[in-house]
């Protein structure tokens, strides 16, 4: 069974600096993986997927992720952040295989991020 | 697109009643997918169709639980009756296919049940 782990539950950060969210995954072979954010009252957004290729991923509003196999992780950056991006961060796994329609998204527990000014 | 669209976004009934949560996914998307969220549990899927047809249900906390998708564009998550630990934020979302494109969520609906 895939299973998704965020080790943090909560990050504070300072307004301008650099950000990293830790995510480890359990999947048998090479697996999709999506971040995703929820800022208060509404729903998940995407931010990010990673299928195969190259292992650092870009996405919306300035993040990145990368992939890396022999840690089974698949961290989520920014550089420089803003006080918008204030919300809770999402890891998903979900099984690559060719035959995996229908495949169940499975999400880690989350990480609330404050950013101070 | 208009996204993923629940209604209603805010429920708020007596422990007993029936509760019925509604949902219109992406049109020509062919996944449907009720996830609900609980500070406790997380993101838990409940249920999930294909092209109008329950495929996995096993995420359906107990009988009270019902689901269903009568055609393409309209899926409905019925609780009956109610609990206070039902008590959630319950997703609806879709995919055009079953994996590697992410899901698109709606907005939720806030069920409180006193």
């Known amino acids: 069974a895939q299973s998704v782990t965020q080790p943090d539950i909560h990050i504070t950060v300072s307004e301008g600096a650099s950000l990293e969210l830790r995510c480890n995954y359990s999947?048998?072979?090479?697996?999709?993986l999506f971040w995703y954010v929820q800022s208060p009252g509404q729903g998940l957004q995407l931010l990010l997927k990673?299928?195969?290729?190259?292992?650092l991923v870009q996405g919306i509003k300035g993040f990145e992720a990368e992939f890396k196999r022999s840690q089974s992780s698949f961290n989520l950056r920014k550089p420089s952040v803003h006080w918008s991006d204030a919300a809770e961060y999402f890891c998903?796994?979900?099984?690559?295989?060719?035959?995996?329609?229908?495949?169940?998204?499975?999400f880690g527990g989350g990480t609330r991020v404050l950013v101070k000014p | 697109d208009a996204g993923v669209i629940q209604s209603p976004r805010h429920e708020v009934t007596e422990m007993g009643q029936e509760v019925t949560l509604r949902c219109k996914p992406i049109?020509?998307?062919?996944?449907l997918f009720w996830y609900r969220q609980t500070m406790m549990r997380g993101l838990e899927l409940l249920i999930y169709f294909n092209n109008n047809v329950p495929i996995d249900d096993s995420g359906m906390p107990e009988d009270r639980f019902s689901a269903k998708m009568p055609n393409a564009s309209f899926s409905t998550l019925k609780i009956q009756p109610s609990e206070p630990r039902d008590s959630a934020v319950y997703f609806c979302?879709?995919?055009?296919?079953?994996?590697?494109?992410?899901?698109?969520f709606g907005s939720g609906t806030r069920l409180t049940v006193v």
């Open positions: 998903a796994v979900q099984g690559g295989t060719i035959k995996a329609a229908g495949n169940k998204l499975t």
């Open positions: 979302a879709s995919t055009p296919r079953g994996s590697g494109y992410g899901y698109t």
């Open positions: 999947y048998g072979a090479t697996p999709y």
């Open positions: 049109s020509g998307h062919d996944y």
């Open positions: 990673y299928f195969s290729g190259d292992t």
